[in-house]
């Protein structure tokens, strides 16, 4: 008997371990991303205008690898106000963006080219 309730409490034990592993990893902070791999994320494109007010930017860019989206005129949000800095139309910058579901997109680093 007591060889079962010991076999038993190791079997919990051990089915308690494996189903707490994935829960972990679904609540694990993502690692930031490398200064490389944002680089190879940045898409060119043209200002075509600066909405401060409401934290916008219209773009005329190339494709968006990582979103997967041809080249086209849109405008996305910006995750930071500051990112618009002194652009201004007729600008030519590379950016990077994120998807934020629902039709959202978001420029999360935007620099002018030289």
Same mark, same amino acid.
């Given at each position: 008997?007591?060889?079962?309730?010991?076999l038993l409490a190791s079997a919990l034990l051990? %089915?308690?371990a494996g189903l707490a592993a994935p829960l972990q990893a679904q609540t694990a902070p993502r690692p930031a991303a490398?200064?490389?791999?944002?680089a190879a994320t940045m898409t060119e494109a043209e200002v075509r205008k600066v909405d401060r007010e409401y934290r916008k930017i219209t773009l005329k860019h190339g494709a968006i690898k990582n979103l997967d989206m041809p080249p086209m005129t849109m405008v996305f949000e910006?995750?930071?106000p500051? %990112? %618009?800095g002194s652009l201004k139309k007729g600008d030519k910058v590379k950016f990077a963006a994120v998807d934020e579901g629902g039709g959202r997109l978001?420029?999360?680093a935007i620099q002018p080219l030289k």
């Amino acid at each position: 008997m007591k060889n079962i309730r010991a076999l038993l409490a190791s079997a919990l034990l051990v %089915l308690a371990a494996g189903l707490a592993a994935p829960l972990q990893a679904q609540t694990a902070p993502r690692p930031a991303a490398s200064s490389a791999v944002a680089a190879a994320t940045m898409t060119e494109a043209e200002v075509r205008k600066v909405d401060r007010e409401y934290r916008k930017i219209t773009l005329k860019h190339g494709a968006i690898k990582n979103l997967d989206m041809p080249p086209m005129t849109m405008v996305f949000e910006v995750a930071d106000p500051a %990112l %618009l800095g002194s652009l201004k139309k007729g600008d030519k910058v590379k950016f990077a963006a994120v998807d934020e579901g629902g039709g959202r997109l978001k420029v999360t680093a935007i620099q002018p080219l030289k």
